[in-house]
């Protein structure tokens, strides 16, 4: 140490297994934290030798020391929002008839004329096996707007007062690369795809309600780990503003990697930051401006995923693609073009194939090193795919976590053998693409510990295995949690293993992931999270 330099440490931890997830995947037992910084990591001498007056001395007694979580693909303002609003997710609710009676309690402490908000219903786990209608939510009230939705986020329900809020009426036409729904050309409140991403227009949340969300979603987020989100997008210009304000003024302790997209009139919303480029004043405090992002196909359970090949479930059906060829290679090529990193909802492979083709007639277009686009879900792949994603040095984001909550519809709907390339974590790693991990939520469970449970084990719900060529070690699970996540902000020097000079994005684990059989994974519990070295999150002594 150099003379008159106080480089006593704020917090050592000692006695860990630390997972530090560097190159080599070297296991320690310290780590010491001055500042937002980690000063030491190694053995417990080395920590200590950074003890001094005032630092926190905590003995890990054996348990997990890891990177923080980064979620690459999650919506935190809509994670927000649905915590405020009806939870209609299997199984708490079984039938349409209990979310009736759910809207009903709901409206019976709501002014009349204020929206009820709904979500999570999953329409194949209903009682009646179908979606609900209009007509079941008139009957719930017709005092109140009321907006469904899906669990996938693709689909929603409106009852008749919504519908004439958003000027919808029985010979309103389909938009494109959407669906209203109707039943002998009468409404009947369903909307699939842009049809659905039209009506959140109307059903915006205010301000005050958005910035209750952040605090929620905050809330739970760091409560498992979550150090950094890849925010997904939702509600536009509003919920940008609301990340910076809140970012800046330490409102929320969460990292903010914020993709530039939006459920509503997104290509209109992203053509203002494709027309002022890139500029790194868009930065502020914890949140950093991500890629632009596009849509282009639906949900891997919905199902609307855009497939090659019909589904197993409907030969007469392949999916909806929300965009046509050309204007995904015009998006792709001019946020390209103006120096965004790029990525795009893709689910089925003929939307990842439109894709890949748009990113590398960009590439061509424009040659730069080094630009990770990437692709959002990129849930099925071929060996075509793989080799072109690996050449184009595309990042995938996929969901395993996916597999546990719909895995048996997966199996219903494509068939056994797309299954096997659904998610595909270890043909990324064999090919050595960085894949990072993420959660989707809320559209499933934002835990990354389940997460990587479902990496290692695949297995639905009902218990079934699934996809099991596609399973991947503890250590490999944990890197597409941490490091990869940073990888894909281009951060991997800052963030997601723990070294000197990282910041000190940290996580007390129960128990390290090595020290449990594979399938208690998802057992393991949270024990502190802490973000640029400061405790965030401690059982029973949690951040006010």
């Known amino acids: 140490m150099s003379e008159g330099i106080d480089m006593n440490a704020d917090i050592v931890f000692i006695n860990g297994k630390v997972h530090t997830v560097d190159k080599d995947n070297r296991i320690a037992k310290a780590v010491a934290v001055k500042?937002?910084?980690?000063?030491a990591v190694g053995e417990n001498e080395e920590a200590m030798a950074y003890v001094g007056e005032g630092t926190r001395l905590i003995d890990l007694a054996g348990k997990g020391l890891i990177p923080g979580f980064i979620d690459s693909h999650l919506h935190m303002g809509l994670l927000g929002m649905n915590t405020l609003s009806i939870d209609c997710?299997?199984?708490?609710?079984?039938?349409?008839?209990?979310?009736?009676?759910?809207?009903?309690?709901?409206?019976?402490?709501?002014?009349?004329?204020?929206?009820?908000?709904?979500?999570?219903?999953?329409?194949?786990?209903?009682?009646?096996?179908?979606?609900?209608?209009?007509?079941?939510?008139?009957?719930?009230?017709?005092?109140?707007?009321?907006?469904?939705?899906?669990?996938?986020?693709?689909?929603?329900?409106?009852?008749?007062?919504?519908?004439?809020?958003?000027?919808?009426?029985?010979?309103?036409?389909?938009?494109?690369?959407?669906?209203?729904?109707?039943?002998?050309?009468?409404?009947?409140?369903?909307?699939?795809?842009?049809?659905?991403?039209?009506?959140?227009?109307?059903?915006?949340?205010?301000?005050?309600?958005?910035?209750?969300?952040?605090?929620?979603?905050?809330?739970?987020?760091?409560?498992?780990?979550?150090?950094?989100?890849?925010?997904?997008?939702?509600?536009?210009?509003?919920?940008?503003?609301?990340?910076r304000e809140m970012s800046k003024n330490g409102e929320i302790d969460i990292k903010i990697y914020a993709m530039c997209f939006s459920f509503i009139d997104n290509l209109d919303y992203i053509n203002a930051y494709i027309e002022k480029g890139y500029s790194t004043e868009d930065d502020t405090g914890r949140l950093r401006l991500g890629p632009v992002k596009i849509m282009i196909d639906g949900s891997s359970s919905g199902p609307t995923a855009a497939t090659i090949e019909p589904y197993t479930s409907n030969p007469e059906d392949r999916g909806i693609m929300t965009m046509e060829p050309d204007r995904i290679d015009d998006y792709i090529l001019r946020a390209h073009k103006a120096g965004f990193q790029v990525t795009c909802h893709a689910v089925g492979d003929r939307a990842v194939t439109a894709i890949v083709d748009a990113i590398e007639k960009a590439m061509a277009a424009y040659p730069a090193e080094n630009r990770r686009h990437r692709i959002e879900h990129c849930a099925m792949i071929n060996s075509d795919l793989l080799a072109r994603i690996k050449k184009l040095g595309i990042v995938p984001v996929p969901q395993p976590i996916f597999?546990?909550?719909?895995g048996d519809g997966y199996i219903r709907n494509y068939g056994n053998e797309r299954v096997d390339n659904m998610f595909a974590c270890k043909s990324y790693i064999d090919n050595g693409i960085i894949a990072a991990g993420s959660s989707d939520c809320p559209i499933t469970f934002s835990s990354p510990l389940f997460g990587m449970h479902l990496a290692v084990n695949r297995v639905t719900q009902s218990g079934q295995a699934i996809s099991e060529n596609q399973k991947i070690s503890v250590s490999e699970a944990l890197r597409m949690y941490t490091y990869n996540g940073s990888y894909a902000a281009f951060e991997e020097n800052k963030k997601g293993s723990l070294e000197p000079g990282k910041a000190a994005d940290l996580v007390v684990l129960s128990q390290s992931p090595l020290d449990c059989k594979p399938e208690n994974i998802r057992d393991i519990k949270v024990e502190m999270t802490i973000i640029d070295g400061e405790i965030v999150y401690q059982p029973l002594t949690k951040k006010a």
Not at 99 to 106: E, G, M, N, T
Not at 403 to 406: A, D, H, M, Q, S
Request: hydrophobic residues 35%; glycine residues 10%; positive net charge.
């Open 89 to 243: 997710r299997y199984p708490g609710v079984k039938s349409i008839e209990g979310i009736k009676a759910l809207i009903r309690k709901k409206a019976e402490t709501t002014p009349k004329g204020t929206w009820i908000r709904g979500w999570g219903y999953d329409h194949t786990k209903l009682a009646e096996n179908r979606h609900p209608t209009k007509y079941d939510l008139d009957d719930a009230t017709v005092d109140h707007p009321v907006i469904l939705t899906r669990t996938c986020a693709h689909i929603s329900v409106h009852n008749s007062r919504s519908l004439a809020i958003a000027g919808i009426k029985d010979d309103t036409p389909s938009p494109e690369g959407g669906v209203i729904g109707k039943t002998d050309d009468k409404l009947n409140g369903i909307m699939f795809e842009n049809a659905h991403m039209f009506m959140m227009k109307s059903a915006l949340p205010s301000k005050d309600e958005l910035r209750m969300a952040f605090k929620t979603a905050n809330k739970l987020l760091i409560s498992e780990g979550i150090t950094q989100v890849h925010d997904s997008g939702g509600f536009g210009d509003i919920q940008m503003a609301i990340m």
């Open 35 to 39: 500042g937002r910084q980690i000063i």
């Open 403 to 406: 597999l546990y909550e719909f």
